[in-house]
C-alpha cells in the first residue's frame, strides 16, 4: 500500500477537475431545463385572455427588437421571476403598438424611448411602468397575482 501512494494522489488529482465540470455542465444543464418554457408572446389580446384564465399579471415589453425568448438583457435574461407573469412583447411596427401609443395611459412610449416595461392586471391598469426591466429584487416586491 505505502508503494502506490504517489498513484491514488495522481488519480485523485485528475479526478478532481472532471468533477468540477461536471458539476459546471449539470449546473448550465438545470439552468436551460428552467427557463426553456418561457417565451414572450406577441398577440395582447392573446396575452390578455391567458392572463385572466390564469390569474397573473402582464408584464409588457416594449422594446425596438422583437423578443422571442429570454436572450439578452432587454429581453428578459437572467430574470427567474419572469415565469409568474404572461409576457407579453411588442415592437412599434405592431398593430397593437399602434393602438396603445393612442391610449394616454402610455404617454412615455409617444417620445419613443424604448426599451418600455409595464405590469399591467387584466383591465389594462398600470401596475409598474419603468424604463428597464425590474430587478430580481423588485420582482420579488411586485404583485405576481390579480387580487
Known sequence: ??????????IGFLAMPLFILLL?????????LA?????????KSFAFSQASREGKLIL???????????????????????????????IP???DFSSMISDDRFEELKSGELPRYYLLNTTGEIRYSSRELPSVI???TLPKSEK
Open 24 to 32: 459546471v455542465f449539470l449546473y448550465i444543464h438545470l439552468n436551460q
Open 138 to 140: 423588485d420582482m420579488r
Open 60 to 90: 409588457l415589453s416594449v422594446t425596438k427588437k422583437r423578443c422571442d425568448a429570454l436572450y439578452g438583457l432587454e429581453c428578459g435574461e437572467g430574470k427567474p421571476d419572469l415565469g409568474a407573469y404572461v409576457l407579453l412583447n411588442l
Open 93 to 95: 411596427s405592431d398593430n
Open 1 to 10: 500500500m505505502k508503494k502506490y501512494y504517489k498513484v491514488y494522489y495522481l
Open 35 to 43: 427557463s426553456e418554457n418561457l417565451y414572450w408572446g406577441h398577440n
